[in-house]
């Protein structure tokens, strides 16, 4: 059942996202602009413009994940569909993970996009490890998707709203954000010492994150 | 209402504060299994609060009671499975079709999919079911849930206002909704300032300033 129900939010969510293409017309060209906005003011040295890019690259990510996230509730806070999954008999758990799986595979979706205007304009090399880094795009996002799947529901319930959520992801993601830079950095560059220690310590966070959203969800989704 | 009926709803001095201030204020209330209660009451008389309260979609501050059997604050899950709260805000997805919006509901009620279309053509919505939500009038929406609602078949069924943007076509779909929980045994409480046809009433119970203030008994 629970697996039904996280297979029904996944399905629902992505369906909304390819009707309404809300993620697709803000996230992409804002990562568009800063991307080239950076490689103007970078200047043409190849060198600084591949070393600054793994940072540019999941600053876009991380953007992306607050402003999907915060769509994705916008969308369940309309015509009180929030109430309806509230009230609905289901483990609250398994609607998170639904919620946490479908921003998951749009922010994967949206990475690969920005990864590849990175590649072209940055000159930002796969390097000698491309196992590896994917791995690191998918923990990395694992943690944005996980936690912004919960925070999302914070925001979308406070009276602030929209400025609740960065105000309440940036401080708790940083670390996420960090080591996915330092992972990608070191991989594309071929400096793979201390690569285990940051991947570990996604591994760590995404895994905290998503059982804090399993446990808690259900009680901040409660009046 | 006999005395030998079980209660779907017990309710005793319930409370519910919103920044300090009750919009539910010391309800006892007590609604036999089966019977189709009209609550009404001017706008902010508290009926949508005490259906939201009943519904589990909020707590009481003070009180407390059972709905179905089940205790309100700690069987909450059990009252939901049993349970449709139907109001204005009619919990649709707006980029989802009529259809899909029906059986998402059936994913989340573990219900069988097929029964989306029969549900669909009881409230006239069938040549419409592949239009996405969001197109959809007030009227068509509100049919929209209550054709989520005729799907589930709930012990206890609370409508909030089922009559406000309806023509009269879906007007009619609401009343043979109370028609057919009446045959079925459900039990019903109707909110609304508007009164239902009396035939479909068993008692009225008036709200004023989050008070309970006339349980009376509509004539056999």
Sequence with gaps: ?223 | MTTTQRAAVRLSRVTRLFDGLAAVSQVSLEIAGGETVWLRGWNGSGKTTLLRLIATAISPTFGGGSVLGFDLQTERSAIRARTDLLSHETRLYGDLTAAENLRFACSLYDLDARLAGPALERVGLDEVAAVRAGSFSQGMRQRLALARCLMRVPALILLDEPYAALDVDARVVVDELLITAQAGGQTVVVASHEAPPGHLIDREVTMDGGRVITPTMVAP
């Design chain 1, 1 to 223: 059942m629970s697996l039904r129900v996280a297979q029904a939010i996944v399905a629902k969510d992505l369906r909304t996202e390819v009707r309404s293409r809300s993620a697709v017309s803000t996230v992409l060209p804002f990562a568009a602009t800063m991307l080239l906005a950076f490689g103007f003011a970078l200047g043409p040295d190849r060198l600084l413009l591949a070393r600054t890019a793994p940072a540019l690259l999941w600053l876009a990510a991380l953007f992306a994940s607050v402003e999907l996230c915060h769509r994705s509730y916008q969308h369940e806070a309309a015509n009180d569909a929030l109430e309806g999954l509230l009230l609905s008999p289901v483990d609250k758990g398994a609607v998170y993970l639904g919620k946490a799986a479908a921003a998951f595979v749009q922010l994967i979706a949206l990475l690969v996009v920005t990864a590849g205007i990175v590649i072209v304009l940055f000159g930002l090399p796969v390097g000698p490890a491309p196992v590896l880094l994917l791995l690191t795009a998918v923990l990395g996002i694992a943690g944005l998707s996980t936690l912004g799947s919960l925070l999302g529901l914070l925001a979308v319930r406070s009276r602030t709203r929209q400025a609740a959520l960065p105000v309440l992801v940036l401080p708790l993601v940083s670390p996420v954000i960090i080591a996915a830079t330092k992972a990608t950095a070191g991989l594309t560059h071929g400096a793979t010492a201390g690569i285990g220690g940051w991947l570990g310590l996604l591994v760590a966070f995404d895994a905290a994150f998503l059982a804090a959203g399993y446990i808690v969800f259900g009680h901040l989704l409660e009046d």
